[in-house]
């Protein structure tokens, strides 16, 4: 079962290398769309110091649910989604596979640069510390949670407007703890808490989200 | 379709399950649930414009709650419901909890707005802002949000069989999140707005206010129940407009 799995992540890591444009315009997306807050609401640093922790989550929010619609939708044209249903292997070992290749394309690259642009909203050392842990504690739940809507949204017409529209009110608990932890941080407030919950979030994702996405998929396959 | 499943139950009411015996069970119960909203509703608005006396702090202002309170309470009490046929139509394949369901999700969306709506009209008032980004707007925000991807997805597929299940995975998904989007809105607005907007009430509430609030929460149920038989009914004849006996109903 080990094995099935690596071999899902393996597989995914490989197709996105052979298309590494696809990965980095997702990376791309995210620090134009950081860049643009600054152009839009003024160069003030005290305020920029502010904002800056729920720019940069809402941001990781956008880019998650952007890459979300090469989740499943390129093995569901090519029949390969099928064939990994008809394997024999638990679905929902497959589809952690896929979140776990998911999350090392875009939610693990994100966290790495929003130490750039914590440098580029004059964030202090313990609030950018934070924010990289905050993100790496919370965008495995991105993904999670994310590849619920995708699969809900499989092969519909307009699924990239609609999976916004379903995945992101359930985002809502990531980006309050993801970003109150860099506040209580950079308020000399412990951010442990805030932490423990974005963990727990993760986690409580990770054991039941792959049901769900599951349950979606035997839907949208049919 | 896959009815032999289940168990007749103790006093035959499963045959309600039967679209024809639905059909026409809903459509005799349709004008009493109607009336009896109109007569609670008119009932609590007398309490509650007449009855009622005016609140110390508030003023008048404050009646807005005889209709904010209770489209509060059914907008989280109708999702609850939603979510509960959605899913016993998703475990036990049964055509009507799904199309109940279905029924239920735009009277849940207008409760929610409806609860919005009057809270921005009685925030402006007494807290001087229509909104406030208050815990309890947000998360009602954030609920509105989810019944309106429920009918969006539940709309964005062609296949009514589809539909159902795709939305009731949804709808499950979303009643295990919304008592932590609850919770974590209420934290969230406890830690970035303090005592700026406090939610102050009179310390009891005189009892007559209580009683043109329940009456009309009662009102709002009969409401509520026969919108949804009346939707139920639309989309039964949509579904299954290929059998005889909705032939029979369309000749009279």
Same mark, same amino acid.
């Given at each position: 079962?080990?094995?099935?799995?690596?071999?899902? $992540?393996?597989?995914?890591?490989?197709?996105?290398?052979?298309?590494?444009?696809?990965?980095?315009?997702?990376?791309?997306?995210?620090?134009?769309?950081?860049?643009?807050?600054?152009?839009?609401?003024?160069?003030?640093?005290?305020?920029?110091?502010?904002?800056?922790?729920?720019?940069?989550?809402?941001?990781?929010?956008?880019?998650?649910?952007?890459?979300?619609?090469?989740?499943?939708?390129?093995?569901?044209?090519?029949?390969?989604?099928?064939?990994?249903?008809?394997?024999?292997?638990?679905?929902?070992?497959?589809?952690?596979?896929?979140?776990?290749?998911?999350?090392?394309?875009?939610?693990?690259?994100?966290?790495?640069?929003?130490? $750039?642009?914590?440098?580029?909203?004059?964030?202090?050392?313990?609030?950018?510390?934070?924010?990289?842990?905050?993100?790496?504690?919370?965008?495995?739940?991105?993904?999670?949670?994310?590849? $619920?809507?995708?699969?809900?949204?499989?092969?519909?017409?307009?699924?990239?407007?609609?999976?916004?529209?379903?995945?992101?009110?359930?985002?809502?608990?990531?980006?309050?703890?993801?970003?109150?932890? $860099?506040?209580?941080?950079?308020?000399?407030?412990?951010?442990?808490?805030?932490?423990?919950?974005?963990?727990?979030?993760?986690?409580?994702?990770?054991?039941?989200?792959?049901?769900?996405?599951?349950?979606?998929?035997?839907?949208?396959?049919? | 379709?896959?009815?032999?499943?289940?168990?007749?139950?103790?006093?035959?009411?499963?045959?309600?399950?039967?679209?024809?015996?639905?059909?026409?069970?809903?459509?005799?119960?349709?004008?009493?649930?109607? *009336?009896?909203?109109?007569?609670?509703?008119?009932?609590?608005?007398?309490?509650?414009?007449?009855?009622?006396?005016?609140?110390?702090?508030?003023?008048?202002?404050?009646?807005?709650?005889?209709?904010?309170?209770?489209?509060?309470?059914?907008?989280?009490?109708?999702?609850?419901?939603?979510?509960?046929?959605?899913?016993?139509?998703?475990?036990?394949?049964?055509?009507?909890? *799904?199309?109940?369901?279905?029924?239920?999700?735009?009277?849940?969306?207008?409760?929610?707005?409806?609860?919005?709506?009057?809270?921005?009209?009685?925030?402006?008032?007494?807290?001087?802002?229509?909104?406030?980004?208050?815990?309890?707007?947000?998360?009602?925000?954030?609920?509105?949000?989810?019944?309106?991807?429920?009918?969006?997805?539940?709309?964005?597929?062609?296949?009514?069989?589809?539909?159902?299940?795709?939305?009731?995975?949804?709808?499950?998904?979303?009643?295990?999140?919304?008592?932590?989007?609850?919770?974590?809105?209420?934290?969230?607005?406890?830690?970035?707005?303090?005592?700026?907007?406090?939610?102050?009430?009179?310390?009891?509430?005189?009892?007559?206010?209580?009683?043109?609030?329940?009456?009309?929460?009662?009102?709002?149920?009969?409401?509520?129940?026969?919108?949804?038989?009346?939707?139920?009914?639309?989309?039964?004849?949509?579904?299954?407009?290929?059998?005889?006996?909705?032939?029979?109903?369309?000749?009279?």
């Amino acid at each position: 079962m080990i094995g099935a799995l690596l071999a899902v $992540v393996r597989r995914d890591l490989l197709l996105a290398m052979r298309q590494r444009g696809d990965v980095a315009n997702v990376l791309l997306f995210f620090v134009i769309v950081v860049t643009m807050v600054p152009l839009g609401v003024g160069p003030d640093r005290d305020m920029l110091r502010l904002i800056a922790p729920g720019v940069v989550w809402v941001a990781a929010l956008l880019s998650a649910i952007l890459s979300l619609g090469r989740l499943f939708a390129l093995d569901y044209a090519d029949g390969t989604l099928e064939q990994i249903m008809l394997s024999g292997q638990p679905l929902s070992l497959a589809v952690l596979g896929k979140i776990a290749a998911h999350w090392l394309m875009t939610g693990a690259p994100i966290t790495a640069l929003s130490v $750039v642009l914590a440098m580029m909203f004059d964030m202090a050392a313990a609030p950018s510390a934070t924010l990289v842990a905050s993100l790496l504690l919370g965008t495995p739940s991105l993904s999670l949670i994310g590849a $619920v809507g995708a699969a809900l949204t499989l092969g519909l017409r307009g699924a990239g407007v609609l999976v916004t529209l379903l995945v992101l009110p359930l985002y809502v608990p990531v980006l309050i703890f993801g970003a109150g932890a $860099v506040d209580a941080s950079a308020g000399g407030v412990s951010p442990g808490a805030h932490l423990m919950l974005l963990g727990g979030l993760s986690l409580a994702a990770a054991a039941l989200a792959p049901w769900a996405i599951g349950a979606a998929l035997r839907v949208s396959v049919e | 379709m896959q009815t032999q499943a289940i168990r007749p139950l103790k006093f035959g009411l499963h045959r309600f399950a039967a679209p024809p015996e639905f059909y026409r069970l809903a459509g005799r119960l349709i004008p009493w649930f109607g *009336s009896a909203a109109a007569l609670l509703a008119a009932a609590a608005l007398y309490l509650g414009f007449f009855v009622a006396p005016t609140d110390f702090q508030q003023g008048e202002v404050y009646r807005i709650i005889f209709i904010h309170v209770p489209a509060a309470w059914m907008a989280m009490f109708i999702y609850a419901v939603m979510a509960f046929w959605a899913g016993f139509g998703m475990a036990f394949n049964t055509r009507m909890s *799904s199309m109940w369901a279905c029924a239920m999700a735009p009277t849940g969306a207008l409760m929610a707005f409806l609860a919005l709506w009057t809270g921005a009209l009685w925030g402006r008032p007494t807290w001087g802002a229509y909104w406030a980004w208050d815990g309890r707007m947000t998360s009602t925000l954030i609920l509105l949000f989810l019944y309106i991807g429920f009918m969006a997805l539940h709309g964005a597929i062609d296949d009514p069989r589809r539909a159902d299940r795709a939305a009731g995975v949804l709808a499950l998904v979303g009643v295990v999140n919304l008592p932590i989007i609850y919770f974590s809105v209420q934290w969230w607005n406890s830690l970035h707005q303090g005592a700026s907007v406090s939610l102050t009430r009179a310390p009891s509430m005189a009892v007559t206010m209580l009683e043109a609030m329940f009456v009309m929460t009662l009102a709002f149920w009969m409401y509520s129940i026969a919108a949804s038989l009346a939707r139920a009914r639309a989309i039964l004849l949509e579904r299954e407009k290929r059998s005889s006996w909705v032939q029979a109903v369309a000749q009279g």
